[in-house]
């Protein structure tokens, strides 16, 4: 029993030392196994890292063979510029040199010819001298003597050739008595009535509250602002009740502008895209609404072949008003007026209504033209090829130019009785005479003017000089003078004709 344990026993002590050993025998194994891995991945790594260093360093001689062989090509392409900047500067140093002897030389012949010059005028002044001298003595007077005879000479001779012109103009104004006086008869028609309408400037839009206004001003006024830019006219917001002022001198703008704000303060959305919006929707109406009226009042009189410019013009007359009168009615009216005369004295009367109803055209005509408004119709109607009597009517309706023809008179003559019939225009008469009176005080502000009258409402002003104090070339400057000084100190619209009057009468009685 005992003997079996201890077998059993030692067994197991056998068993344990073999296991150790087995498990000591394979740990070292194992580890060895590690070491030689390890080792060859060392090894490897360094391989893989020597390769590497050496393609960097191939890589790195390539890049640096490059950008040496890129340097050295560019340092010759500068080297190849510089000498050819060097080249150029080289050729413009001799072409100064060569230009700088020419002007040395152009300096010397000049020099030498103000010399020769000098002497020359010396030479004359002593010349001039000496027939001065022998001229006094031949002719026994001073050149201040003969200078004085020769200018009594040439006033004699003026006032010789005066005589005659004035003897001309008179003979010819019997000779056209008897057309003067027909003209002046026929200026005596029938005068005619219709209705008159406000001549204004300014137009007033009514407003639901006084809350309005801020949101027709806006945030930092770019609403106001915003309506003014688009449409050319002033909006004017002040202390007046429920009310807004639109002020602008062109009428069609201002129908733009009274006829979009009315309809923003109806719907209430007010800011600048929507202002853009119905600017645009209005001014296409009232393109429209000026052509329907252009087209009517040309149907209405049955004149024919009228283009599409002038229908435009005469349609923007509608907006207009002169001292009261509505400017379409008042054309259509002198139209009317001019086929009526030219059918009684016989003249054309197709082209006198023509030219009544265009006479006024450069009223409407689409220009920023500082010229009269019988100036640009009468460019404008020659422009678009209107018969040569149609463009005199248009010029010579207000007398700018003189008439060429009978209808050109005719329609002068319908313009006056449209216009010079009772109650056909009207102005504020305050302002009227306030600036007669200012032209009349402008020009006899100047010296040697005897009376001074402002006529045609103020577009001539014509001034009575007196003929002792005002020579013919004082009566230009004064003329000179007074338009500049209505230039700087009156606000007009087209032009102001500026006459002077230089009268001399002489008197004498037989005993």
Known sequence: MLKTVLVSLLCCIAGI????????????FKLTSAEQKAKRLEEEAVRDAEAKAKEIVLETREKLQKEQQAQESEARERRFELQKSERRLLQKEENLDHKQQELDALKRQLGERDAALSEKEKS???????????????????????????????????????????????????LLADKKARDIIVTSIQRLATEVSGEITTTSVNLPSDEMKGRIIGREGRNIRTLETLTGVDIIIDDTPEAVVISCFDPVRKEIARVALERLVQDGRIHPARIEEVVNKVSKEIGRIIVDEGEKVVFDLGIHNVGTELIRALGRLHFRTSYGQNVLLHSKEVAVLAGMIASEVGADASVAMRGGLLHDIGKGAETESEANH??????????????????????????DVEPTCLEAIIVQIADAISAARPGARRESLDNYIKRLESLENIAKGFDGVDNAYAIQAGRELRIMVNSDVVSDDGAKKIAQGIAERIEAELRYPGKIKVTIIRETRVVEYAK
């Open 124 to 174: 004359a002044e002593e010349k001039e001298q000496m027939w001065n001298a022998e001229l006094e003595k031949v002719a026994q007077m001073t050149r201040d003597e003969a200078k004085d005879l020769i200018i009594e000479q040439m006033k004699i001779k003026a006032e010789h050739d005066g005589q005659v012109y004035v003897n001309k103009i008179e003979q010819e104004a019997h």
């Open 17 to 28: 030392a073999i296991g150790y050993v087995g498990r000591w025998i394979y740990a070292k």
């Open 374 to 399: 019988a100036e640009l119709g009468g460019e404008l109607v020659k422009r678009l090829g209107e018969d040569p009597r149609i463009v005199n009517c248009v010029l010579a309706h207000h007398n």
